[in-house]
């Protein structure tokens, strides 16, 4: 037991100070450590072998393994049933931001439901409750302006977030205007610097033309100017939300 505590202590260390390629190993041992300790019900045991837990969904995230992230969240489960940890709304709040992120949001509300008052309270969590309520009524804004709560834990998410709500913002931005100023469509995808947006054109959209301070829409020479809003997507994700909300009642 006092070798798995040092483990974990040395663990935490690590993680602290940012060196995450060492803690990786020393979280593949701590587990290895953990099968070892005798009495699955003793509650020592099972304090650490949460916070190494806690800490392997930490590591994941800054990995950016969202397998390795779903993994350790199915083990941590059992855990947070009858025990409390320091770490315990950040890790609520990375879940259902996952979740958020991957467009799973009937396991989304699934979750919420098993949170108590006070898990919903704490700010992780009330931040992802919040990010899903403004993507539900398409305050897209909000979402891109979010403050993160936790950021150097949430920033993998929420960057695959932004990028999601800044693609559906420019489809929305080229079937509605022929033009705009690179200062309004900066202004409108929330990036930092018009050179951020040029990136993106050139990266997502070089059927784009970018001529002065200007973004012109182009349509291909084979099709009409008024090109289609993606109906089939749209519709698609609303009838998931209207299902999900149905299965919520």
């Known amino acids: 037991m006092s070798a798995a505590e040092q483990l974990r202590d040395d663990l935490q260390g690590l993680v602290a100070a940012g060196r995450y390629a060492e803690a990786s190993t020393k979280a593949a041992e701590a587990k290895l450590m953990l099968l070892t300790l005798q009495g699955p019900t003793d509650e020592a045991s099972r304090v650490v072998s949460l916070q190494v837990l806690e800490l392997g ?3 994941a995230v800054h990995a950016e393994d969202a397998q390795r992230f779903q993994r350790y969240i199915s ?3 059992p855990y947070y049933a009858d025990l409390e940890s320091r770490l315990r709304p950040t890790i609520l709040g990375l879940h259902l931001l996952f979740l958020i992120v991957e467009n799973r949001l009937a ?5 919420l439901e098993l949170l108590s008052e006070a898990d919903r309270a704490c700010d992780e969590v ?4 919040s990010l899903e309520q403004n993507l539900m009524v398409g305050t897209y804004n909000e979402v891109l302006q979010a403050k993160m709560p936790s950021p150097e834990h949430f920033s993998f998410f929420m960057g695959r977030l932004r990028d ?3 693609e559906t913002v420019a489809e929305c ?3 509605s205007y022929d033009s705009l100023s690179l200062e309004a469509a900066r202004e409108m995808m ?3 610097t018009s050179h951020d947006l040029v990136a993106f054109i050139r990266n997502s959209h070089a059927d784009w033309r970018v001529q002065g301070d200007r973004i012109f829409f182009d349509a291909p020479a084979n099709q009409p100017r008024g090109r289609e809003i993606p109906s089939v997507r749209l519709l698609t994700e ?3 939300y209207a299902t999900e909300l149905e299965r919520i009642v």
């Open 57 to 59: 969904v930490l590591l």
């Open 75 to 77: 083990q941590l489960k």
């Open 107 to 111: 396991e989304f509300h699934a979750e």
């Open 126 to 129: 009330a931040f992802a409750i």
């Open 164 to 166: 999601t709500v800044r």
């Open 173 to 175: 931005a080229e079937v």
């Open 190 to 192: 929330m990036f930092d």
């Open 238 to 240: 609303n009838l998931a």
